[in-house]
């Protein structure tokens, strides 16, 4: 009697787990994680009314196929997932349904390949409210990045801003190095030579024809001009530079490594000296320093990288320790060959 009593018990809490199944495999994520829950809960209690035996061991097998494919599902859904945050929380439920369908004996070898690519694409993930505060990191598109140039790297992407139209993103490494204006003539951006590579050469390069569709064209591929920076960077140290006493702004935050690329493309990275008297040279000029903050950034060193121009001054680019500095000799430094690029894309929505 009793054995037929805990059979009965049994059958029904699979009907019920399969019904649950049915209906969340009938919904979109998050709609269907309720459903989902409820499944797993009399899946739980079905595989727990048998300590062995072959009721037990279906009930484990049902299980493990269904915690396999949600695992699965999981992944999918962390591909599409821009924001890293949200990709985190996928994976993460990856992993928690691929430990439960391997403790249900399930082969998910499959999945754990799939599952330690997608980690290892998104492997650092940044909460930009939290106590490590920094940007997020988006991957999106891919371009040469090794030595040689062979081979295709995913292009890490900083997000500046989330707004309504789209996600601001700038390249987290410096990519290339491309002179301003080749010519030399002081033009509107449009008319850079810089501006025809963004939006020819390396929009071509670096994103497939589906990529491209979800690039704001109006915007297509830029580069940050001197006033974002107050907007998208903690900037609250300024100063004067040089004997002209060109107006800079000192920040970490601004400071970008080149990739091997980059650096075999000669882009600058000049490390800064200090002389006998204790004065910092940034090329062959005194830099004064409004506090010690200042001066504690020539210790650390990255690359030269563009900003976009404005009307006053026409030469424009962050340093290799991260100083933004506007320049009036236009000509001769928008010619400069060994300033590198960290392109800018709005990112359409889906």
């Known amino acids: 009697m009793f054995d037929a009593m805990k059979r009965h018990r049994y059958n029904k809490l699979i009907r019920s787990a399969k019904k649950y199944m049915r209906i969340s495999a009938a919904l979109v994520w998050p709609d269907a994680e309720t459903s989902a829950k409820i499944a797993e809960k009399y899946l739980d209690q079905a595989i727990a009314l048998y300590d062995s035996g072959e009721l037990r061991d279906r009930a484990m097998a049902l299980a493990g196929e269904y915690y396999r ?81 062979n081979e295709k790297s995913l292009i890490q992407w900083d997000l500046l801003d989330d707004t309504i139209d789209g996600l601001i993103l700038i390249s987290k490494y410096i990519l290339d190095a491309v002179p301003y204006q080749e010519s030399g003539e002081n033009t509107s951006w449009r008319e850079t030579s810089l501006c025809h590579w963004l939006n020819h050469d390396f929009l071509n390069t670096a994103f497939t024809e589906e990529e491209r569709e979800r690039i704001d064209p109006e915007i297509g591929v830029a580069i940050l001009s001197y006033g974002n920076l107050w907007h998208y960077y903690d900037t609250n140290e300024r100063g004067w530079l040089g004997t002209r006493g060109e107006d800079c702004i000192f920040s970490d935050t601004l400071m970008a490594e080149p990739t091997a690329y980059a650096l075999s493309k000669s882009v600058f990275n000049k490390h800064f000296t200090e002389d006998m008297a204790g004065n910092i040279w940034v090329d062959g000029e005194d830099v004064h320093f409004n506090s010690a903050s200042e001066k504690e950034m020539y210790d650390r060193t990255g690359a030269f990288w563009w900003l976009m121009r404005d009307s006053n001054y026409c030469g424009t680019f962050v340093t290799a320790s991260g100083v933004a500095r506007k320049t009036p000799y236009y000509s001769d430094t928008a010619k400069r060959t060994d300033i590198g690029v960290r392109p800018v894309i709005m990112l359409k929505k889906e």
């Open 69 to 149: 494919k949600n695992a699965w599902k999981a992944l999918d859904r962390s591909r599409f997932v821009i924001v890293s945050d949200m990709a985190k929380a996928c994976l993460e439920d990856a992993s928690e349904y691929l430990d439960k369908a391997e403790q249900c004996g399930s082969d998910v070898k499959r999945e754990r390949y799939q599952y330690d690519a997608e980690i290892k694409k998104r492997a650092i993930l940044y909460d930009p409210h939290g106590e490590d505060y920094g940007p997020k990191e988006i991957l999106f598109g891919s371009y040469p990045q090794s030595a040689d140039g």
